[in-house]
């Protein structure tokens, strides 16, 4: 579990990411596949011993702060919860945003995932806005 890499996606590859990605066919599924073939959205996955077992997705967008990276379809197979993945993920894509420029990283995220909130807080994400009742915007500087 130690040695992972981590690989961007095609939309071909999508299937692959059952594990922890649901795939059921849902608007969700489809939206992702849509944003990454228009170019939109990247997607990539976390391997380890040649199984697909976490992913997240980025896309660069503006505001009036300037460029920034949206960090989204953030999941680990369950069964591997709570080793590092998603650390070892959210450094991925900051060093990827960093790489391309971008000096700010930002997700949302549902009030009620408290574990979430405080593994962003940890990576140095601080609440940025209420985006819906039930969603936050975070931010962090890169
Ligand atoms: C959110 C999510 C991606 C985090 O992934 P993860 O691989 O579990 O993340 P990490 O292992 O890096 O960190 C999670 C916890 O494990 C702990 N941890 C990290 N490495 C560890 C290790 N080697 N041993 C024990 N615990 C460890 C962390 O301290 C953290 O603890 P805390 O949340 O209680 O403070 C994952 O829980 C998930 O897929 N959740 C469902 C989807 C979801 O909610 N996505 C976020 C949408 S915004």
Do not use: Q
Request: net charge neutral.
């Amino acid at each position: 579990m130690n040695t992972y890499e981590i690989i961007e996606l095609t939309v071909n590859d999508l299937r692959k990411c059952e594990s922890f990605w649901d795939n059921d066919g849902s608007d969700d599924d489809s939206r992702l596949a849509g944003l990454m073939k228009c170019g939109e959205r990247k997607a990539f996955a976390y391997m380890t011993g040649g199984d697909y077992v976490g992913g997240f997705a980025v896309s660069i967008r503006n505001n009036e702060s300037g460029k920034y990276g949206h960090f989204s379809y953030f999941s680990v197979r369950s069964d591997l919860r709570n080793n590092g993945i998603g650390s070892r993920i959210l450094d991925f894509a900051a060093e990827y945003l960093r790489k391309n420029g971008i000096k700010a990283m930002r997700l949302n995220v549902y009030k009620d995932n408290p574990s979430a909130i405080r593994l962003y807080e940890r990576n140095g994400f601080k609440y940025a806005e209420d985006i819906t009742p039930e969603k936050i915007a975070m931010i962090k500087a890169l």
